[in-house]
């Protein structure tokens, strides 16, 4: 009967600890970094048949100071807050400037998808 009770007193301490760690962790998605998404680059399928000096030189970052100040930082608060049509709006803004970003799409369209807002929704 002690070895069922100690059994138990270390199952419940177990149990505790998973939940204080699920509890306390971060969200995984979230981004946590102003350079965030990290240093990637995209290649163009326009530019696949060019010669490598007329290529432009791989994107490795968003350019936030291109987009009007605290762009990122209201795109975050209508993901935060689960507002799809600001997100919408904000994807429709960034795509019309003269340039826009393709990491900094890729960034609004990840909101999207992660809200499950029905115009990011994967073709399947």
């Known amino acids: 009967m002690r070895r069922l009770g100690i059994s138990l007193v270390v199952a419940l301490i177990l149990a505790v600890s998973a939940i204080t760690y699920l509890a306390l962790r971060p969200d995984p998605w979230r981004p946590t970094d102003e350079n965030w998404p990290p240093a990637q680059t995209y ?3 326009e530019e696949a048949d060019m010669p490598v000096e007329m290529k432009r030189p791989p994107q ?5 100071g291109d987009y009007q100040p605290g762009f990122k930082k209201r795109i975050d608060a209508a993901g935060d807050a689960g507002d799809c049509a600001a997100i919408v709006k904000f994807f429709d803004e ?10 900094a799409l890729t960034y609004i369209d990840r909101w999207g998808e992660h809200l499950a807002c029905r115009q990011f929704a994967e073709e399947k």
């Open 43 to 45: 290649d163009d399928p």
């Open 60 to 64: 490795t970052g968003v350019v936030w």
């Open 94 to 103: 960034a795509a019309a400037t003269p340039t826009p970003d393709r990491l």
